[in-house]
């Protein structure tokens, strides 16, 4: 049983609470928050588990084996070093990090320790996503040519972030799961629309090894809400459209291919035009498992502490995703300049 | 009655054809077509129209009022120049030349002869689009935030051209006529995956006077259709997805605001968060015209060739597409790298 | 604070139990359940509560002032009657009992003890039935048609009642709180396809006073979830689809009208069709209150007890669903043979 | 080549008149209509044709080898007789006749002479109906449980046939082709709103051979276009959605089987729960064939005519739909009284 402790008890502190609670094979030990408010919800919904103010207290408790961080991301890396000096394993809340080079440290100091460092990228343990990446590591989509994903919606304006460390990680961790080409440059742009807020819309590029591309469109100030991606391959197309209730995978036998022909006597573009095949086929819409990812993810990290267990969702996933969000963030700052992502490949 | 011949009968030849013969006040004197089976198709559907191999046999008829072209594009400039030398009022299919220079050389040379030119951007005769016109018009719509446009399917691969040439110049031809700020600068991603082949997908960011962006996403390698704008603004917010039989334009009174406050004594970023009023208010589909867009295109043509009138979508309207067009295709070639469009303010 | 003690834990109840501890004028006094993994999760969520193996327990606990009855329907009778007699308000699960006899007399109790009697037909207090309502009652629906629902899904086949007791229960609820017009005569058809089972599928027509009619689809054997009631009038047609996460209620601003002409020559079939209006007008989409229906209920439920105010799904409602329900059990017994509703009409 | 004559250019006769000159071996002859406008129409798309007034003067031009009557259905039966007994082959617009006593006399003249006598039930001939046979046919949708079709939309009043002569008809014909069981009983209710129209809204229930059993609910007033048929079967489930652009047919592997298990001490009813196992499979969308429906029929026809093959969708089958519409209409006279259907077997 590994006894676990969550800091930060807000918007999503009670989630992990719960599936902690839940969870076969851990123990929610204690929670942590500086809010009265939320540490009497936490006490009544939890009689069992202690409840403290100072998140130091909850880290240095014997009783805890792991630590989850909860809190807003520009605390993410003190109290994760902290507890890590303390031997805790560590569940980090998405983004790791407010910065690379913080998410390079925490993953030295886990390694150093043989401790688990895991980020919390949700979406990545849904049936769906799952779904996605066994398509794609199975050959069912042949080479993968683009990853093409929108995720907007009226949501909440961040005061300290821009929509891209808001909504763009979602993407990025998915995308950084599924798809194991890594980016090499990244253009971005982006506009703020509401003044004193940070930009609440952008749309990002990356070029990928191998020539595939990546797009992200992200928006806090859209009348619906839309959660659609497409995958682009030689052999099929995926729509994942996590809005729909049923259905959310749909797998299509459509797509483009050059015909082989030798000699031929007609005009180019003729010829182009020949030699290209459209496929139409059918559509497959795979049964996905319901269980619900977050206590999929919990049992994870619960199974990599066990057995010393590398976590799909580790420190260097939670790190190239943030320096993917670096990067993207600098290259808005210029209008869709062009940034090279070298250093991130090192890193990583 | 304005006699009007048609050049190319080929793929959109015959709608403009049929239209021209059903609009009251034109007649379909002549077509032309250098391929012998599109002559044959068309004697036999339009007995007494006169059937010509060569396109200049046409231009020079003098029953011949006006002029529609309807060739491929490279061909649009040589034949609309001659066209108008010959006194003739010209249409020219979308895009309106393969380059800005031509363009401009086409505008002033209607413009010396005192004849109509127009360029068949067909979406701003629609219901739709004359809608949402007149919603940004009438104020409904406040302070144009943004413009965000998909535009997506397994389209047929051109061979000269790539997808920004033939997918988005629809959006830039709706985005010109429904949105009165002109683009400052253009940033623009996009990718080729079938070797041989032009870019078949492209991203493409405007920067507008005033702090408006508008984005494109077109695609020809994609599994479903998707054609949808969203139009983000002040007071109310725009959804017209043109693949929806009725419900085509629906207008969301939703938005983020700020509220003004004085003094204050709590934390900043609370104080930013307390000051975002949230509107989530009703949704309205206004009815809209179903006239077919071709046909009102045609009559409008006709009018201003009668009152020497200046069309909706006239030359200089068709020039800052290609001006986009180029300054898209500039900055795709550089990863995304913003070019600077100041040039094309100056010449429309 | 009213004091509530609610009998089953098992599907509904649990809700029913936060609701009532949410609620600010009400307490969560026990709970009664024969199962001891019901009674050992009610507990651990509820510290404070009474728990009980009994329900005759709770029934005669004295800091019990009002009783929720969540058991299966078959109990609903004596446990409700038992509750009346100890002089505690009801609120009873929909169906209200097995029978409209039944029904009669928990109301006769309650009446004649001036205590509150209500069923808990939890879609009457969500923002859309509300909305709906006040539409019909403003008269923008104009004269109510006709009322026609679908409500399928692949369920969870029942192995006591067949499924017009299960689901149409919902619809005939809404219906009763929604149209003034009471049912007259009903025609009900439905088959069984899984031997052992009780009928899965129904179709359940019901003739109103004035002419109006209604119409319900029922089928636990559905492949995929539809939840969509159209309701047409002489002003306006309203879709509502609960199936959808936003835009549940919509308002068509169409129809068919007769035109007034007195005198004309023209041939009898063409007089009708030119005397046809048909309206094709706008669409209004209205925003709902997003309040929790079951919460919205609990707190009118405990208004109805401290004011001795008559419930907007009081025990004569219940009445008239039951009755409802077993004149469509009846008919479709006899394959569609219409089955007059008189009594019902006496009863309430 | 097979010289067809069409009777009627009104609504649909157009529609014919091109598939006919359209089909490789058809030619299409002449063309009848009483009204000037319509032969003249007529007359300038298809120069070739002989336009005449009468059609008493088609029915006996010896060019003509077959006939077409699109005319309003109350003349279907004078017009179809007497191009049979002109020896003319006979393709009738649905529904065939304006009783079954019609319909009888029509396939006994059409026998006695070796002529081939079909009706047009379009939707037969399409990608998705021809579909939906095959997945019964071989075995894939196992026994079939019911059929469950809604064809509602703002239609055009009829002035002499209600609703389900214009609208139930397109179903009872699918229904006709895809399943094998023959109705036995029907209950059908209607009401019609608007004074002086006949029934613009029907529900119509029935019982077919095996215990199977069908429904169909069509109306002319309803605020939006429903299109949507599902059908349940053993093995797997279909929905097919007409107007969906692409993915027209859906087959789900979804259901609910019994679990054989011997011996049990447990309650009655929770055996029943225990038996039942759900299925929640994969969903499959088959590419289907886009070519006309109206182009395959017309061949169709004269593939029948070159061969002597009994058609798809000959007379006998028009007949039983004609019977179903006497057997409907004569139930909705009576609120829903079941009607029996012995003699339509007879016939059949």
Known sequence: MIGIGVIGYGYWGPNLARCISEAERSELASIADFSPAARKRAASRYPAARIE?????????????????????????????????????????????????????LIEEADRRGLTLMVDHTF????????????????????????????????????????????????????DFVIDARPLAVSATGAGHIPGSPENMAHITLYLEGGATAHLNVN???????????????????VYDDVEPSEKVKVYDRGVSIAEESGSTTKPDEIHR?????????????????????????????????????????GTSGHRVVTLLEGATQSLKRRGYPVELAEMKAAS
């Open 53 to 105: 103010e100072n998140w130091q207290t909850l880290v240095s408790d014997p009783r805890v084996d792991a630590v989850v961080v909860a809190t807003p991301t520009r605390w993410h890396f003190e109290i994760a070093l902290a507890a890590l000096r303390s031997g805790k394993h560590v569940l980090i809340e998405k983004p790791m990090a407010s910065s690379s080079r913080e998410a390079a440290i």
């Open 124 to 175: 990545v343990y849904t049936g769906a996503v799952q779904k996605i990446r066994s398509l794609i590591t199975d050959g069912a989509v042949g080479d993968v040519y683009y990853y093409d994903s929108t995720r907007i919606n009226l949501g909440l304006f961040q005061s300290d972030v821009n929509v891209i460390w808001d909504l763009a990680v979602h993407d990025l961790a998915i995308m």
């Open 220 to 238: 806090w100030l859209a009348p619906v809400k839309i959660r659609r991606t497409l995958i682009g391959g030689s052999q099929r197309m995926i």
């Open 274 to 314: 020949m030699l290209l095949n459209y496929r139409m086929g059918d559509v497959w819409v795979p049964q996905l498992s319901v269980k619900e990812a977050l206590l999929t993810e919990i049992e994870h990290f619960v199974t990599c502490i066990e057995n010393s267990k590398k976590p799909l969702t580790g």
